[in-house]
């Protein structure tokens, strides 16, 4: 059994807000493998991108968050480290790549000075190995002349370059977890596959782990051993990516799945999951999905569904899950 | 760039140009110097060699030509006044001091100033950031030479800590350097404050901390350099503020600066003078903001100028 390289256990990411608190990250429990890639599925504002930022411990503190539970990364908790450690595991164990790429790399500064930078606060090396290593993590993302493109400014490339200059940055100091937070979502088409099939690449590479964070159900086929599908701060369903595909036990699953475009699919109306996803400061008693699932009960309205294990591989949060098909 | 630069002095001479037509007239309209240099006692005959010994009795449009091309000759034109020395060597006497006061301001007003702005930015809506808007606010709001007479009474007529006025040992220069930094200090703390609260909501500065870069690097290294682009937009003006504040505060404090110079001369319808002084201001002013242009493009690379 391949070893456990990341296990969140319960996590619980909440903003508090003019006396309001928002349950962002709802009681999350997941983990990753070595060498595996977990895709987290789910709508704009179900709380991916918290979740990453809540591994890194980097949930902005103007937000006032909240953060419980425990998030065990190679035996050690890292929601009980001090500071100091938390920025060593940083870059160096854990990183992250951010969705735009427009704005993710410091205008001021060289591509090179940038990836020299988290080279460095990781390990002792002198300039010239920095440089030398800056220019090797250039080439890794297939930047073509990395030895004068190190010397360029942000604005000077293009957004797919700049896409793959904050890949190399954040793989710099190989870590052994990568999130990334749909890094090619602001990229246009032929530029998704481009970077897609280099994540897997260097993924494998280097036997890195991923959590690819992402809206599409076409990238999580692609990239994906494992999907968590996420509603409203909480993970509902979790499974291996072709049970997700072909046997989706959750409701919210099977209609997220049901409302993707099909190249196949006869002309007609999109099918869509009717209503609108809950506040997160006013979050029903029961199942979150409950008031727009066709399947309701009322157990559904009043009592929070517990997670479950139907299979070894596939955990799933419902009172009534779908027959398996 | 080369384009730019010379693109930028032309504009500076046009600059130049108009500023001393107004200076000439506003000069010519305010008043009569040959009633100043007279004694009560003299003749119209005085009067008429006097006017002709200093060119008054000439049409404005010939003084002024006469004006411009001694400029260009490098001839200011002498003082009317004392010893009658060229206003171009009073100038150069009285400049040095001027600039020493203004080069100090400026420094404490940055040395102080940014830390505070970073400081207020970091810890906003706290303590810190309210007593550092409330620095800046009274900074702003207070004017100059009241500020310097009550430093002047505290601190040398009833402390007995420093000189109230003169010029030549360090002690000389707390006072005059702290009124005339006190509303650059509040300037430069509010606009990196804002600037640098923008900033470091950006992703790159969450890429940053994500390197595992220490808080200080993110902040005074990542942070710090984006938020002193528009401050730097300011300094062509926080430096024409310390050059029109020293007129004042160059009298209060009896510095011995160009500001005084202007001061006296314009008491003393010291025609000469008040035109040399002005243009050499307004030069100083126009090549600051040359400078500050060219200090742009080294701080944000994504400026280059005359090339794409």
């Known amino acids: ?325 | 760039m080369l384009s730019f630069i010379s693109k930028r002095f032309g504009e500076m001479a046009v600059a130049l140009l108009l500023m001393s037509v107004v200076v000439f007239l506003l000069g010519r309209m305010t008043g009569d110097p040959v009633a100043l240099l007279l004694s009560d006692y003299s003749t119209p005959q005085d009067r008429a060699r006097v006017e002709q010994e200093l060119g008054l009795d000439r049409p404005l449009v010939e003084q002024y030509g006469a004006f411009i091309v001694n400029v260009l000759k490098g001839e200011l034109g002498n003082s009317i006044m004392g010893d009658q020395s060229p206003a171009a060597d009073l100038i150069l006497e009285r400049f040095p001091a001027s600039l020493q006061l203004a080069g100090v301001a400026l420094l404490i007003s940055f040395l102080i100033g940014v830390p505070l702005g970073v400081v207020a930015a970091t810890h906003r809506g706290k303590t810190l950031d309210v007593a550092a808007r409330l620095v800046a606010l009274i900074g702003q709001s207070v004017p100059i030479f009241w500020l310097g007479i009550m430093l002047m009474y505290f601190f040398s007529v009833r402390l007995h800590l420093l000189p109230t006025s003169g010029y030549g040992t360090a002690a000389h220069f707390v006072l005059p350097a702290a009124t005339m930094s006190l509303f650059t200090i509040a300037a430069v703390t509010r606009l990196v404050r804002a600037s640098m609260v923008d900033i470091l909501n950006a992703e790159y500065i969450k890429l940053a901390r994500i390197k595992g870069l220490s808080e200080s690097v993110v902040i005074w290294k990542h942070a710090l350099r984006n938020s002193l682009i528009p401050v730097l937009t300011f300094m062509g003006s926080f430096f024409a503020n310390m050059i029109t504040g020293a007129v004042v505060i160059e009298t209060v404090f009896a510095w011995p600066g160009i500001g005084r110079l202007a001061y006296e001369a314009i008491l003393n319808r010291d025609f000469p003078v008040i035109q040399a002084v002005v243009l050499f201001m307004t030069a100083l002013f126009i090549g600051a903001n040359l400078v500050v242009d060219l200090l742009y493009a080294w701080v944000d690379p994504r400026i280059r100028y005359g090339r794409r």
């Open chain 1, 1 to 325: 059994m391949a070893k456990r390289l990341l296990e969140v256990e319960n996590l619980k990411t909440y903003f508090r807000s003019q006396g309001q608190v928002f349950r962002a990250i709802d009681d999350v429990s997941l983990h990753v493998d070595e060498n595996e890639t977990l895709g987290i599925v789910g709508e704009s504002g179900s709380g991916k991108s918290t979740l990453g930022l809540s591994i890194l411990r980097l949930v902005p503190a103007a937000r006032n968050p909240f953060i419980a539970g425990r998030i065990l990364f190679d035996g050690r908790d890292l929601l009980t480290m001090s500071e100091g450690e938390m920025r060593a595991v940083r870059g160096s164990e854990i990183s992250m790549i951010l969705q735009d790429p427009m704005t993710s790399l410091n205008p001021v500064f060289t591509l090179g000075a940038q990836i020299e930078e988290a080279i460095l606060s990781h390990k002792k090396a002198g300039a010239q190995n920095a440089r030398a290593a800056a220019i090797e993590a250039l080439r890794q993302v297939r930047i073509a002349a990395p030895e004068t493109r190190v010397d360029s400014y942000p604005h000077q490339i293009s957004g797919g370059m700049r896409q793959r200059v904050v890949g190399a940055i954040a793989m710099a100091s190989q870590p052994r977890l990568l999130i990334a937070d749909e890094p090619t979502t602001s990229l246009d088409v032929t530029l998704q596959a481009q970077y897609l099939q280099l994540l897997k690449d260097l993924r494998a590479a280097h036997g890195m782990s991923l959590i690819l964070i992402t809206h599409d159900f076409g990238v999580v086929a692609r990239m994906c051993d494992r999907v968590a599908v996420m509603y409203a701060g909480s993970i509902v369903e979790t499974a291996p990516v072709r049970e997700i595909f072909h046997r989706p036990r959750h409701w919210y699953t099977a209609a997220l799945l049901a409302s993707m475009p099909k190249l196949d699919h006869p002309r007609g109306h999109l099918p869509t999951i009717e209503g609108a996803p809950p506040r997160l400061n006013d979050l029903p008693s029961g199942c979150k999905f409950a008031p727009r699932c066709a399947q309701a009960q009322s157990t559904c309205f009043t009592q929070m569904p517990e997670r479950q294990s139907i299979s070894p591989v596939h955990d799933i949060k419902c009172w009534y899950p779908r027959e398996a098909t």
